[in-house]
């Protein structure tokens, strides 16, 4: 069992960066691999991002390539995703979600994560 806090999320312009985090708390985090969703008002829940058990391997959603940046720090039991160049289309809820994945692995389908966070706010103005 996990527990996830994302933070971070806020109101910023076209261009723009932000950082968000997400703090693990329970079982140990380098057990799980992480990934980033984000949805949308009226869309789907979708994969963004997200980073393997050690941080050895990300893999991203073609609209996170070259923008979005997964990593961790298991030292510090958090999980981040580095957004630049936010567009407007990127507004969402984004959340964090982790998963009991093989190392060296990064999934990208919602059933694949079975903990969740609350997710965090982030609202890209044009």
């Known amino acids: 069992q996990v527990q996830l806090v994302e933070s971070g999320g806020g109101l910023v312009q076209t261009r723009g960066s932000l950082r968000l985090s997400c703090a693990a708390s329970?079982?140990?985090?380098?057990?799980?691999?992480m990934g980033w969703f984000r949805q949308a008002p009226g869309k789907e829940r979708e994969f963004v991002a997200g980073?393997?058990?050690?941080?050895?391997?990300?893999y991203y959603a073609d609209s996170a390539k070259g923008r979005f940046t997964s990593s961790r720090d298991n030292a510090k039991n958090t999980a981040y995703l580095q957004m630049n160049s936010l567009e407007p289309e990127d507004t969402a809820v984004y959340y964090c979600?982790?998963?009991?994945?093989?190392?060296?692995?990064?999934?990208?389908?919602?059933?694949?994560?079975?903990?969740w966070g609350q997710g965090t706010q982030v609202t890209v103005s044009s």
């Open positions: 979600a982790a998963s009991m994945a093989p190392g060296g692995v990064v999934l990208t389908t919602r059933t694949a994560y079975a903990w």
């Open positions: 329970g079982r140990t985090f380098s057990s799980y691999a």
């Open positions: 980073v393997s058990r050690g941080g050895s391997r990300t």
